[in-house]
């Protein structure tokens, strides 16, 4: 036993001893050892935890601490050097890439799943299919009734609200869903998804965009009770095409339209560090949590399944 014990403070110390330092002489993280923090969108925080969670488990001395933002707050942390790891559903404006590379070096990007815009609703609301173009109108404040989207409709003005005034949602919803259009004078931003799932159970008028993340994993219970308190609206390319949800099958088959990739941007200008480790075991290993968790893998995992004699 005493053995054993030297044995291990032995290699210990030869481990020490022969890391990586920094200036400081403080020891660096390698790609599977170390602490560092880490920001990550809010809308990814149900996977992105569950990864965490693994990763930390298969590697006793490593310890990855998050902070879930939005994911304006996220690369502003990434600029000012605050964080070096982040995770947000968008690559790196060429602004952003220039600041790097005037450092020396671009970080790398990595696309790890594919997730999606949800709509929700009160489950008082019986218009739970929505084509593209009511979602568009509702979006730039064309749209403002519920009448308008439905005559039969017994409730009133639609309440329409996002996350956070930063998050990545409401910037998909400017960039890629009205394109530069205004965004309507009825929408309000919050400051967490699930703020948003709170805002919408008890108001009855209200439409949440919120990231797909949050209810995809329906073997969750904290998704299930989401889903007791809400409604997700299935949408429709045009009026009398069928609609579909934000689900995993239908991002793959391109039927769900407002489908977005998550990244993970390693700013660690050292190669062999832990985010360089994270990335690589979020865009292999940890593609079977993605899977699980309902959203779409970036890359192909294969589900083995074992034949019957």
Known sequence: MLRNFLIINIVSLLWISCAERDKTGKVL??????????????GYKPVISSCIDVFDSIYRSAKINPRYISEGE???????????VIIIGRQL??????????????????PIAYDALAIILNPENH??????????????GKTTTWKEINPKSALGNIQLVFDHPMSGTLRYVRDSVIAGQE?????????KNAD?????????NAVGIIAA???SDTDDGGVQKFMREIKIADVAKEAGKEGYGPYQAYLATGDYPYKRTIYIINAQARRNGLGA???????????RIMLKDGLLPANAVTRLIKASH
Do not use: C
Request: aromatic share 8%.
């Open 213 to 215: 993340n949050w209810i």
């Open 29 to 42: 993280d390698t790609i599977t050892t170390g602490e560092i923090t880490i920001a990550v969108e809010d």
């Open 127 to 140: 218009d739970t299919v929505l084509t593209m173009q009511q979602v568009h109108e509702l979006l730039i």
């Open 74 to 84: 996220a690369v502003n942390a990434l600029i000012q050097d605050s964080v070096q």
């Open 196 to 204: 948003v799932i709170e805002y919408v159970s008890k108001n009855k």
């Open 277 to 287: 480790g994270f990335a690589s075991y979020l865009a292999k290993d940890g593609q």
């Open 183 to 191: 965004l309507s004078k009825q929408a309000t931003a919050l400051k």
């Open 93 to 110: 404006a060429a602004k952003e890439t220039e600041y790097f590379q005037s450092r020396g070096f671009t970080p790398p990007t990595t």
